[in-house]
């Protein structure tokens, strides 16, 4: 993009300035500190000039929006066309509680919905096992049973809304659930709209939520891919997710490396399995987070699409330029949120999710101010959803598209990020694949190392967290928390033996064995985890008949 001689030109006029003017001010007033870091402990140069994306080709590199590589968006309008969906990731105790909370929500003006699972329904349990003991409704809503995904949704126009459900060993059966409680009021499947996120090999290298060894939960991912091309095409089978890579210590550059790695894996897969590319792969989600460092994080954005852009396209021969587009919902940072002055978590929500506007994110769920102590209350999560309304209508930065695009710093962290994610990606080819390398403990390793760190940088104040180690106050806490109905659990357990009293059993252990029979040989398994679920099979039985048949996976220790 640059005049080579005008380029040598700045060469020579930066160093007289660094001689000079530069030098003179660092003499009366040197700067605040010895060093800048990013999030990611990612040095930061004084000043960045075309000196700095020299080698960048605007049409090569960047492009236009809506066109390859999508660097600036993978629309031609992005904002001004059409709004993010806001999407508040909610749900507690009952499903009762949960359907409360959501149409408050859309009442509020949230656009779309996002449901958290509590910690038995994550694992394939119902609450009444002895495994669920303690566990009821405390980080999502419970789901043991057709019954309860009724409940659920219950009054919601699915037809009309997208929902978006955080599920992952046990995604297949959840997304029958809700496919099924549709269907029981008449809508089909093939209009509904949303996002499983059902991405299993994320939760073996960060969130460690798995049940099944790799190779049959990769099969069961696969099943759904294959099922939802053909019956629920405006179904996004998978988001393949970043987010808790980066909440369990990463930096932006290994959530950006590791993420793409594994929705390149699961590309093979689905290739493996016998699918054209271009019939699942425009299905493909992804699901980031937005961090504190407002810079770094929209530059994650533009390499994430530029990259998966670039492999959809040469590595694996996608025709369909949808194939081509990294479509990504963003969450805020929870492992930024601090229980001292929660306050403050609003201004950290506000800039994170500025980040993903501005970095191009398809949905958007902001953090509350409250979830550092508990499950959002409703005053938090409505702080939290006018922050988006704040940012879409009075900011002003929906008015352009890629509006920080050809800025000297972005661009130029933009090509830093993608060198060393496409480094990362040479490390996870030499150690065998994505499947070997964390079974080799080498994602868990560099995590590790890097949330180390990280914490190391605050305890020594080469990192001030506002409100923690610096700037601290013994004020007492002054905002409401959720309070959850201590008779939710009963009800639950009650409602979950009547469904047992009142289906047909015998229908149910048909549909059991003819589950397993299937999960033992290689037909597709949706079909058959439909059937169990219209018969009301629960949750944890249905699970049951996998672990029996696959097994329960256990992660090495790692040294």
């Known amino acids: 993009m640059f005049d080579p001689a005008q380029l040598k030109e700045l060469t020579q006029a930066q160093q007289e300035w660094s001689e000079t003017t530069l030098r003179e001010t660092l003499e009366k007033a040197p700067e605040r500190q010895p060093e800048f870091i990013t999030t990611s402990s990612r040095p930061v140069r004084r000043l960045y000039t075309p000196l700095d994306i020299a080698n960048v080709d ?43 909370r959501y149409k408050y929500l ?42 309860d995904m009724e409940i659920l949704f219950d009054g919601i126009p699915v037809d009309r809304i997208t929902t978006s459900m955080t599920i992952n060993s046990p995604a297949a059966v959840i997304w029958a659930m809700y496919i099924v409680a549709a269907e029981k009021r008449g809508i089909p499947m093939h209009v ?17 939520e798995f049940i099944f060894p790799p190779e049959p939960s990769m099969r069961l ?30 930096t932006a550059a290994q959530e950006l490396a590791f993420t793409l790695a594994d929705g390149l894996e699961y590309v093979r897969w689905g290739l493996a399995r016998g699918l054209d590319i271009d019939d699942f792969a425009p299905r493909l989600s992804f699901f980031f987070n937005a961090h504190n460092d407002f810079f770094e994080e929209i530059a994650k954005f533009r390499a994430a699409r530029r990259i998966w852009a670039h492999e959809m396209r040469h590595t694996f021969g996608a025709r369909n330029p949808r194939s081509w587009w990294l479509r990504f919902h963003t969450q805020t940072a929870g492992c930024s949120l601090t229980a001292q002055q929660p306050e403050n978590n609003v201004v ?3 800039i994170q999710a500025l980040a993903a506007v501005l970095g191009g994110t398809q949905s958007l769920h902001t ?12 005053y938090a999560v409505r702080v939290a959803l006018r922050t988006q309304q704040i940012i879409a209508h009075e900011s002003g930065v929906t008015n352009t598209v890629d509006p920080l695009g050809g800025s000297y710093f972005l661009e130029a962290l933009t090509d830093e990020l993608e060198a060393e994610a496409r480094d990362y990606f040479r490390r996870i080819e030499a150690l065998g694949g994505v499947i070997p390398a964390l079974q080799k403990g080498f994602f868990q390793r560099e995590i590790a190392e890097s949330a180390s760190r990280y914490q190391y940088e605050i ?14 106050t013994d004020e007492p806490l002054r905002i409401p928390l959720l309070k959850m109905d201590p008779e939710g659990e009963r009800r639950q357990r009650a409602r979950l033996a009547r469904v047992r009293a ?58």
């Not at 509904?192 to 460690?208: R, V, W």
């Not at 305890?459 to 601290?472: A, D, F, H, P, S």
């Open 58 to 100: 605007y049409l090569r590199d960047l492009g236009f929006p809506g066109e390859y590589p999508y660097t600036r968006g993978i629309h031609p309008t992005m904002h001004r066309g059409r709004l993010w969906t806001m999407r508040m990731f909610a749900g507690f105790g009952t499903a009762e509680e949960t359907n409360a």
């Open 106 to 147: 859309l009442e509020h003006g949230e656009t779309g919905l996002s449901v958290a699972f509590d910690m038995p329904t994550l694992y394939g349990y119902d609450t009444d096992d002895p495994e669920a003991e303690g566990e009821f409704g405390k980080c999502g809503v419970a789901v043991s049973s057709l019954a």
């Open 192 to 208: 509904l709209g949303g996002t499983i996120q059902n991405d299993i090999l994320k939760e073996y290298i960060a969130q460690k």
């Open 221 to 250: 991912v696969v099943d759904t891919f294959e099922f939802g091309a053909q019956y629920l095409p405006r179904w996004n089978t998978i988001s393949i997710s970043g987010y808790h890579i980066r909440e369990a210590g990463a």
């Open 348 to 350: 950290r929500t506000a």
């Open 367 to 378: 953090n509350s101010m409250d979830e550092a102590l508990a499950l959002p209350s409703e």
């Open 459 to 472: 305890e020594t104040k080469r990192r001030i967290v506002v409100g923690v180690n610096e700037y601290t």
């Open 502 to 559: 009142e289906r047909d059993n015998d229908e149910v252990q048909r549909r059991l064995a003819a589950l397993r029979r299937a999960a033992e040989g290689t037909e597709n398994l949706m079909p058959f985890i439909l059937d169990a679920v219209r018969a009301y099979a629960t949750l944890g039985e249905i699970c049951r008949v996998f672990r029996d048949v696959f097994g329960e996976y256990r992660e090495p220790v790692f040294m």
